[in-house]
């Protein structure tokens, strides 16, 4: 491409992003969160586990307004992920892509995920007001089991797409309740299926692995970083490493009264002690860098008078330097009781983004007049697997407090907007140039 073209471009691409609505971006997102929740307006939160009957809904009502516009296609691949296409001059070419999660957290907030599905298609709906189209094809995705609450591990669906052959193993994996993943998993794609049948949808072809030219994430910081030094964007260069662990304990039920304390095999006193050697070792360690949680913590029989015979407990260990997470991996296995068990439920190494894609961010927020800085994420997205796969990176919107995972999780709409600009001034680029055509079908907001 010559300066002027470059140019040129540029010029669109910051027309693109001018024509992301607030008003639109911000009735997509309630009107999401209103999938699942909890209690009047999004202060209570919002439940929608991963392929929950919340979440199935919420898809089809996301997917819907743009299912039967010409110049779009709805599909659903083998590991349930569902994708929206804005078809390109060049259709043969593989699509840039963007998109995110709307599993939440057993209680979480409206934002977490939701933000980069309903930005993404904002940014649909921008082009379709400026008549726009680009060369490429722009696929806007909505990830499996993000959030690996329901079924552990998480970024099922992202890990799934970009490394096929690991589908058959989370096929096997149940939920609390005992039911397999892949039953949640057919269930979903039958859901989708049907509707598009219904509903006359234009439908396309998923196939798990299919190539992909670049991959670009918008979501929520989750953490306290952008708010306090008043940056709208964050362009994320890295995400740390993360492992989770389970560790199961077994002992022998007996009375709480007549048993002494030298008789027993107490599963909760072996677990206890196993649990505090991780914390203690958290809080003595000085490196503020690591973050190491229990999450999940089980005991059975659970009665107040009967010794437990068995507790399961979870544990989620980040650091962006491997060496920090295997020390607290020799730990938990010079900690563990005799006869504890531990299994690896996720594994992921720091992963960094493409150079030139996380540029891309930079020269839109420049572009843009977007405050911003380059950061680390915190948390663990599906641009993670994708980094692994094609060209990715991500943008980050403020979290009022840094608060996340939890019903109180905010952000203010003008920074959602202004980070969902940034992202359309990429997807833009990515997928240009940009040449003008009839609208599709303008836009009903
Ligand atoms: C994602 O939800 C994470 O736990 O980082
Ligand atoms: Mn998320
Ligand atoms: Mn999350």
């Given at each position: 491409?010559?300066?002027?073209?470059?140019?040129?471009?540029?010029?669109?691409?910051?027309?693109?992003?001018?024509?992301?609505?607030?008003?639109?971006?911000e009735?997509?997102l309630r009107g999401l969160a209103a999938h699942g929740a909890v209690g009047a307006g999004t202060g209570g939160g919002v439940a929608r586990q991963?392929?929950c009957a919340h979440e199935?809904a919420a898809?089809?009502?996301?997917?819907?307004?743009?299912?039967?516009?010409?110049?779009?296609?709805?599909?659903?691949?083998?590991?349930?992920?569902?994708?929206?296409?804005?078809?390109?001059?060049?259709?043969?070419?593989?699509?840039?892509?963007?998109?995110?999660?709307i599993d939440t957290q057993p209680l979480g907030g409206w934002l977490d995920g939701a933000f980069?599905?309903?930005?993404?298609?904002?940014?649909?709906?921008?082009?379709?007001?400026?008549?726009?189209?680009?060369?490429?094809?722009?696929?806007?995705?909505?990830?499996?089991?993000?959030e690996?609450s329901?079924?552990?591990?998480?970024?099922?669906?992202?890990?799934?797409?970009?490394?096929?052959?690991?589908?058959?193993?989370?096929?096997?994996?149940?939920?609390?309740?005992?039911?397999?993943?892949?039953?949640?998993?057919?269930?979903?794609?039958?859901?989708?299926?049907?509707?598009?049948?219904?509903?006359?949808?234009?439908?396309?072809?998923?196939?798990?692995?299919?190539?992909?030219?670049?991959?670009?994430?918008?979501?929520i910081?989750?953490?306290?970083?952008?708010?306090?030094?008043?940056?709208?964007?964050?362009?994320?260069?890295?995400?740390?490493?993360?492992?989770?662990?389970?560790?199961?304990?077994?002992?022998?039920?007996?009375?709480?009264?007549?048993?002494?304390?030298?008789?027993?095999?107490?599963?909760?006193?072996?677990?206890?002690?196993?649990?505090?050697?991780?914390?203690?070792?958290?809080?003595?360690?000085?490196?503020?860098?690591?973050?190491?949680?229990?999450?999940?913590?089980?005991?059975?029989?659970?009665?107040?008078?009967?010794?437990?015979?068995?507790?399961?407990?979870?544990?989620?260990?980040?650091?962006?330097?491997?060496?920090?997470?295997?020390?607290?991996?020799?730990?938990?296995?010079?900690?563990?009781?005799?006869?504890?068990?531990?299994?690896?439920?996720?594994?992921?190494?720091?992963?960094?983004?493409?150079?030139?894609?996380?540029?891309?961010?930079?020269?839109?927020?420049?572009?843009?007049?977007?405050?911003?800085?380059?950061?680390?994420?915190?948390?663990?997205?599906?641009?993670?697997?994708?980094?692994?796969?094609?060209?990715?990176?991500?943008?980050?919107?403020?979290s009022r407090g840094?608060v996340s995972h939890h019903p109180d999780e905010d952000t203010?709409i003008?920074?959602?907007?202004?980070?969902?600009?940034?992202?359309?001034?990429?997807?833009?680029?990515?997928?240009?140039?940009?040449?003008?055509?009839?609208?599709?079908?303008?836009?009903?907001?």
């Amino acid at each position: 491409m010559n300066a002027l073209d470059a140019m040129r471009d540029a010029a669109l691409a910051g027309d693109v992003a001018r024509a992301v609505g607030t008003a639109s971006l911000e009735a997509r997102l309630r009107g999401l969160a209103a999938h699942g929740a909890v209690g009047a307006g999004t202060g209570g939160g919002v439940a929608r586990q991963a392929l929950c009957a919340h979440e199935l809904a919420a898809r089809r009502w996301l997917v819907q307004p743009f299912a039967r516009r010409p110049g779009y296609r709805v599909g659903i691949d083998a590991a349930a992920n569902v994708f929206v296409r804005r078809d390109g001059q060049e259709s043969m070419l593989s699509p840039a892509m963007t998109g995110s999660h709307i599993d939440t957290q057993p209680l979480g907030g409206w934002l977490d995920g939701a933000f980069g599905v309903a930005a993404g298609l904002e940014v649909f709906d921008a082009l379709d007001r400026l008549g726009l189209r680009t060369r490429r094809p722009i696929d806007v995705a909505m990830w499996t089991n993000e959030e690996g609450s329901r079924f552990a591990p998480g970024l099922m669906g992202s890990v799934a797409f970009t490394a096929p052959q690991r589908l058959e193993a989370f096929l096997g994996v149940r939920d609390g309740d005992g039911l397999r993943f892949e039953a949640a998993r057919d269930a979903a794609v039958d859901d989708l299926r049907a509707e598009a049948l219904r509903e006359g949808w234009r439908w396309m072809d998923t196939p798990l692995a299919r190539p992909v030219h670049g991959y670009i994430e918008a979501h929520i910081e989750q953490g306290p970083v952008l708010e306090a030094e008043g940056l709208q964007v964050g362009c994320v260069s890295a995400i740390q490493g993360v492992r989770w662990f389970r560790i199961t304990v077994p002992g022998r039920s007996a009375h709480a009264g007549t048993t002494p304390l030298a008789a027993r095999d107490d599963a909760q006193a072996k677990a206890v002690r196993t649990a505090h050697a991780l914390l203690e070792h958290a809080a003595r360690c000085g490196d503020d860098r690591l973050r190491l949680t229990i999450g999940r913590w089980e005991c059975s029989p659970g009665s107040i008078n009967t010794i437990a015979e068995r507790v399961v407990f979870t544990v989620d260990v980040r650091h962006p330097e491997a060496a920090a997470l295997d020390a607290v991996r020799a730990l938990i296995d010079a900690a563990l009781p005799a006869g504890g068990q531990l299994e690896v439920l996720q594994d992921k190494p720091t992963v960094r983004f493409d150079a030139a894609l996380a540029g891309l961010a930079r020269e839109a927020c420049a572009a843009l007049q977007l405050s911003h800085r380059e950061m680390l994420s915190g948390a663990f997205h599906d641009a993670m697997p994708l980094a692994g796969f094609c060209p990715s990176a991500m943008l980050f919107a403020p979290s009022r407090g840094g608060v996340s995972h939890h019903p109180d999780e905010d952000t203010p709409i003008d920074d959602l907007a202004a980070c969902t600009r940034a992202l359309a001034w990429c997807l833009a680029r990515l997928a240009g140039p940009l040449v003008s055509s009839t609208p599709p079908e303008a836009s009903k907001d």
